[in-house]
């Protein structure tokens, strides 16, 4: 059946479940993480929190993106993200995969504003945080993705990134 088929589209999405307490400890562990595998482990956990959409029809439009995308169907993706996105404004993951798609497809133009809801919605998201940083740099935003990238890291330290971060005049990293 197809998602659009769904009675539950005329209704709406229902309200984003809070998921702030289950992120918590999640975002306290990463930063004492010893190292690289560990933290990978820590946000494996945190993505399937951030990969549970509000409902039936919204999962279905997520898991439909994402495999579009694995599958390198950037156009069946991003319909499949702007449906999503249509239906669940309030849905911080529907916007961080569009841009997921977008910045594949070097459309970092088209990345940015998806990025930036994602964060206005989830602020500590460490996907969006990463791709906002790697955006800017891309789009020769150097000191924005720079300052950026450190946020990134300050909620993960362990970010593969961090070797993109450049010192500050007399800091060291």
């Given at each position: 059946m197809s998602?659009?088929?769904?009675?539950?589209?005329?209704?709406?999405?229902?309200?984003?479940?809070?998921i702030s307490d289950a992120m918590a400890p999640l975002y306290d562990s990463l930063l004492t993480a010893p190292d690289e595998g560990t933290a990978r482990l820590i946000v494996n956990r945190m993505w399937a929190l951030w990969d549970d959409a509000p409902d039936e029809p919204s999962q279905m439009m997520l898991?439909?993106?994402?495999?579009?995308?694995a599958s390198y169907d950037f156009l069946?993706?991003?319909?499949?993200?702007d449906a999503l996105v249509g239906y669940?404004?309030?849905?911080?993951?529907?916007?961080?995969q569009r841009a997921f798609v977008n910045f594949?497809?070097?459309d970092y133009a088209l990345a940015l504003?998806?990025?930036?809801?994602?964060?206005?919605?989830?602020?500590?998201h460490v996907g969006a945080l990463s791709g906002y940083a790697l955006t800017l740099l891309a789009l020769g935003r150097e000191a924005e993705g720079q300052a950026a990238l450190r946020a990134a890291l300050a909620v993960?330290?362990?970010?593969?990134?961090?070797?993109?971060?450049?010192?500050?005049p007399g800091e060291e990293l």
């Open positions: 998602v659009l088929a769904l009675p539950a589209l005329a209704d709406g999405c229902p309200e984003v479940p809070d898991d439909e993106g994402m495999r579009a995308r069946r993706a991003l319909d499949r993200f669940c404004p309030h849905y911080a993951e529907g916007y961080n594949i497809r070097r504003p998806d990025l930036e809801r994602a964060l206005e919605l989830r602020p500590r993960n330290p362990w970010l593969a990134e961090r070797a993109l971060l450049k010192p500050v």
